[in-house]
């Protein structure tokens, strides 16, 4: 409607209109403010207090935890780690799941029991499947190690998550093993999609398989391919639980991520003002990369590019 | 704090109400629930399962006693400081808690006034609870609570093992490498160091140093008369490494829990496991051989205890049933209840007991005599250390261990990062 139909219209159809689009967007401001403006609000306020979890009136510190954080090696030391599962947590999942996808596809009977399969780990609890993969890596009486003695590679056997250069790669592997299901499950959804006709006609026209996945399929369901990546992504800027649950960061913070580093400033050391500053920046990471992903993803779906 | 909480959990696994009070948290009690005669009690989750059930028996008990309800609630261990301090800062919270003792943690509710003061109660009730035992739950001159068991830190043993290798009982750190490698050569693991949760390692620390310096020493390092950079704690971390390097720890020790590492303990995988005195219990539960129990050894001797408080029981300040939980403080405090809870939950309150009627197993008399040293002060005891320091002091200790089992720092330079953290 343009502006100049709308001033065509007669008042009270307006004042309608106004109180009809009110009332639309009300639930979803309210929502908004409830669940994203005024924790950030806070969160924001908590920054700038040296807040003990006790003191009901923290003073006011203005910019400090923001200097501290920029000056603490702890922070860019678990930023690294955080960038590690980043590229490895992302492309992994995006890999396996793409190629598990792609030959799901193909297979005409039993393939619900195949996607059951692969999207089982990715409705476990994260923590039931840290307990279980912790008990797996155990350095004495764990499964690996066993089987790794068991066909002749006890050379090979290790305390997985008490190695510091191992221990982040280890809880890694469960983490790309819990989450490949799910990108299996939403490209198979995309793959649905795909024009067939159009990967006949470039297999009679000589294309590879590599080539039809490049330049026929993958520019198919490329924006269901950004949403899977952006989610992958802004999970590894967030990444929490599974480290939490595995190692608590250690041994001596070799696996500490900004979420467990957040977690262990703010409720062991209770310096709740620092780790709230520190949960403010894993959301300053994550959320412009994700804005980023989302245009690009809206960009392709309005140029009708995608499954 | 982790492994404080963990300690006073392990703790409070054992003496029960009493004891799990040690490691509980907090419900709505201030504000949750009207009924005078009903009081929320709130403690952390035990080890057994079996535990809670004697927890709940005791509290029935004191509510037939008393006509007042407990209301108990159940929380994750490693969260009671979260719980119970976001509850008593919104002016909820249980009536009555458990939490750990010390300036680091009880001291810090105390002097946010979070917690209802006890000194005249203790007067009026003429609570015995030994005054070492007080002085942790004192502050500003106020008593706020009223302390758990005594428990000790040693090194768990399996005799049976040791009898059929031929060792003796190690009388000096010497003694004990050579254990170590005589256990190694049987294809069993010589001690069950676990040290993935973190706390463990503030453990070793702990014995270790005690044995080594004496009580005396520990209390110029607690008071700050000595600085932990000292050569005798350097001299400490190294014989850890020292132990590590020869084999006498699982492999990879960070990577495994307190739960396995006990585990590797009563399957017979490992021959010693060291932790505290509260996990007597659960060690007569769950092996078939002989355990004797002894102070973890100095460089020239048999060494000595490190002793202490495990956690308290602590009153809400906003709870609006005072009476109530005082009466329920002071069931904890009776001679009858302490006797029960020694024989049931083999755990040790602290304040004077007659056990002459009281059944207890050859490895928690023991327990209960040195227990009895601690409280009338003719024993030398050291101290566990991450119950007397502060949490930035804690954490530094668990990563400092951590970092050298795994080689990420020595001994000096985690010397040097926890005096700085002091």
Redesign the interface.
């Known amino acids: 409607m343009t502006i100049a139909s709308r001033s065509l219209a007669p008042t009270v159809t307006r004042r309608a209109q106004a109180r009809l689009g009110i009332a639309l967007v009300l639930p979803v401001m309210i929502v908004t403010a409830l669940f994203f403006l005024f924790p950030l609000g806070n969160a924001l306020y908590y920054s700038m207090v040296d807040f003990?979890?006790?003191?009901?009136n923290p003073p006011f510190v203005g910019f400090d935890n923001f200097t501290r954080m920029f000056s603490d090696p702890a922070v860019w030391h678990a930023l690294g780690n955080n960038l590690i599962w980043i590229v490895v947590g992302t492309a992994s999942p995006m890999v396996i799941g793409l190629l598990v996808a792609m030959l799901l596809w193909t297979v005409r009977r039993g393939g619900a029991i195949y996607r059951v399969i692969f999207f089982l780990p990715y409705v476990l609890p994260g923590v039931a499947i840290g307990i279980v993969w912790?008990?797996i890596?155990?350095?004495?009486?764990g499964l690996l190690n066993q089987f790794l003695r068991a066909v002749g590679l006890g050379d090979l056997a290790?305390?997985?998550?008490?190695?510091?250069d191992l221990?982040l790669y280890a809880v890694l592997l469960t983490a790309i093993w819990a989450g490949t299901g799910f990108a299996v499950v939403i490209f198979l959804s995309a793959l649905r999609n795909v024009d067939t006709e159009l990967v006949d006609a470039s297999r009679i026209d000589g294309a590879n398989s590599a080539q039809r996945l490049w330049f026929i399929i993958l520019p198919q369901i490329m924006p269901v391919f950004l949403m899977v990546l952006t989610l992958t992504l802004v999970g590894g800027f967030s990444v929490f639980d599974i480290v939490f649950i595995m190692?608590?960061g250690?041994?001596?913070?070799?696996t500490e991520v900004l979420g467990t580093y957040a977690y262990?400033q703010a409720?062991?050391?209770?310096n709740i003002g620092y780790g709230t500053t520190l949960a403010l920046l894993i959301t300053i990471l994550s959320v412009p990369i994700a804005v980023l992903l989302n245009r690009l993803q809206r960009r392709l779906s309005l140029q009708g590019t995608g499954a | 704090m982790k492994n404080s909480l963990r300690y006073a959990a392990v703790g409070a696994a054992g003496l029960l109400a009493f004891t799990l009070a040690g490691c509980t948290g907090g419900a709505p009690g201030g504000g949750g629930n009207d009924d005078p005669n009903t009081i929320t009690f709130m403690i952390g989750n035990p080890e057994d399962p079996a535990d809670l059930e004697l927890t709940e028996a005791d509290m029935a008990k004191f509510e037939e006693e008393s006509g007042i309800k407990v209301d108990l609630k159940v929380i994750p261990i490693e969260n009671v400081q979260t719980i119970v301090q976001t509850q008593l800062r919104s002016g909820e919270g249980p009536d009555v808690f458990g939490y750990d003792t010390g300036p680091g943690f009880a001291g810090a509710l105390a002097e946010a006034g979070l917690v209802f003061p006890l000194t005249d109660a203790y007067e009026e009730l003429d609570w015995p609870i030994y005054d070492f035992a007080k002085e942790r739950v004192t502050f500003d001159g106020e008593i706020v609570g009223i302390p758990n068991d005594i428990e000790t830190l040693g090194l768990y043993y399996n005799s049976t093992v040791f009898d059929e290798l031929g060792i003796d009982r190690p009388e000096s750190t010497g003694d004990l490498l050579d254990a170590c490698q005589t256990i190694q050569d049987a294809g069993l693991i010589p001690i069950a160091l676990n040290d993935l949760d973190g706390w463990q390692g503030g453990h070793y620390l702990s014995v270790i140093l005690s044995s080594m310096v004496g009580s005396a020493g520990m209390e110029e390092f607690v008071d700050g008369t000595k600085s932990w950079d000292s050569p005798e704690v350097v001299e400490a971390l190294s014989l850890l490494d020292e132990f590590n390097k020869a084999g006498c720890f699982p492999p990879s020790p960070v990577a495994i829990d307190y739960d396995n590492g006990n585990a590797l303990f009563y399957s017979g995988q490992a021959a010693m496991n060291l932790t505290g005195s509260w996990l007597v219990k659960d060690t007569e539960r769950n092996v078939d051989f002989e355990v004797a129990y002894i102070p973890f050894p100095a460089p020239d001797g048999p060494g000595i205890f490190s002793g202490g408080l495990g956690a308290g029981v602590f009153i809400n300040a906003t709870s609006k049933k005072t009476e109530s939980a005082i009466k329920f403080l002071d069931y904890l405090m009776t001679q009858e209840h302490g006797a029960w809870v020694i024989q049931n939950a083999q755990s040790i309150p602290a304040f004077p007991i007659d056990t002459s009627g009281v059944e207890a197993t050859p490895l928690f008399t023991q327990v209960l005599d040195d227990a009895a040293k601690i409280a009338d002060g003719t024993g030398d005891f050291g101290y566990n250390i991450d119950v007397l320091t502060s949490t930035e002091f804690n954490q530094a200790m668990w990563d400092g261990v951590q970092a050298v089992l795994t080689g990420q720092a020595t001994p000096e330079e985690v010397a040097a990062n926890l005096e700085a953290a002091r």
């Open positions: 003990d979890g006790l003191d009901p912790g008990w890596y155990d350095p004495v009486n290790t305390g997985w998550l008490g190695e510091p221990a190692t608590a250690g041994p001596s913070n070799a262990d409720f062991v050391l209770n």
